[in-house]
């Protein structure tokens, strides 16, 4: 399986803030990368697919880049309802296994 | 409006056997691959597995192997998880998502709602 490592684990910032979460894979994926929002007590919801590009009705206040092995998910000028849990999946390789969760705090 | 629904919470005892369900509307049911993933109680999200409704391949992770099964009813649009005899450590939140494959995107688009599964004693 390929391992998914996230950072931080958690993270608190203010409304109008920039965040990077970082995802590292434990081999090289090329951009076969996903990024989803949890919120508490919801299903995952699709943010980022294939690394970079925006799925429809996203904000664009989200972005994702990177490529191989390592990968960022940026938010820029944070709005109370981003607080959520954010996950990073592989799907290079079946099993297209996730990341441990970032979990976002709005101050 | 492309939509996944799934079964309602579910409550067994150790060694009982279950089957949750996850129906699919607005869109072919057929031609998308329908996956599964578990989230025990404040933990991360695990990929279980992806089930092809058109022709019932599956592709399951070694993880999982051999304690749940996937299956589908084409018939229905729908899909299913079961198990023969759930253990304590079953106790999770399932959701079930279209996993859209389509050249570099291969990602779960839409979300059910998720079942949640206790077993207990």
């Known amino acids: 399986d390929i391992q998914m490592t996230q950072s931080p684990s958690s993270l608190s910032a203010s409304v109008g803030a920039r965040v990077t979460i970082t995802c590292r894979a434990g081999?090289?994926?090329?951009?076969?990368l996903n990024w989803y929002q949890q919120q508490p007590g919801k299903a995952p919801k699709l943010l980022i697919y294939?690394?970079?590009s925006l799925q429809s009705g996203v904000p664009s206040r989200f972005s994702g880049s990177g490529s191989g092995t390592h990968f960022t998910l940026t938010i820029t000028g944070l709005q109370p309802e981003d607080s959520a849990t954010y996950h990073c999946?592989?799907?290079?390789?079946?099993?297209?296994?996730f990341g441990q969760g970032t979990k976002l705090e709005i101050k | 409006e492309v939509q996944l629904v799934q079964s309602g919470a579910e409550v067994r005892k150790p060694g009982e056997s279950l089957k949750i369900s996850c129906k699919g509307s607005?869109?072919?049911?057929?031609?998308?691959?329908i996956g599964w993933v578990r989230q025990m109680p404040g933990k991360g999200l695990e990929w279980m597995g992806i089930?092809?409704?058109?022709?019932?391949?599956?592709r399951n992770s070694p993880s999982f192997q051999g304690q749940v099964t996937m299956s589908v009813d084409k018939s229905i649009n729908t899909a299913y998880l079961q198990w023969s005899s759930l253990t304590a450590s079953d106790t999770a939140t399932y959701y079930c998502?279209?996993?859209?494959?389509?050249?570099?995107?291969?990602?779960?688009?839409?979300w059910g709602q998720g079942t949640i599964v206790t077993v207990s004693s």
């Open positions: 998502a279209r996993h859209r494959d389509l050249g570099v995107q291969r990602s779960f688009d839409v």
């Open positions: 607005g869109y072919n049911f057929a031609k998308n691959w």
């Open positions: 089930i092809y409704p058109g022709d019932s391949d599956t």
């Open positions: 081999q090289s994926i090329s951009t076969y």
């Open positions: 294939a690394a970079s």
């Open positions: 999946q592989q799907s290079f390789d079946t099993p297209h296994t």
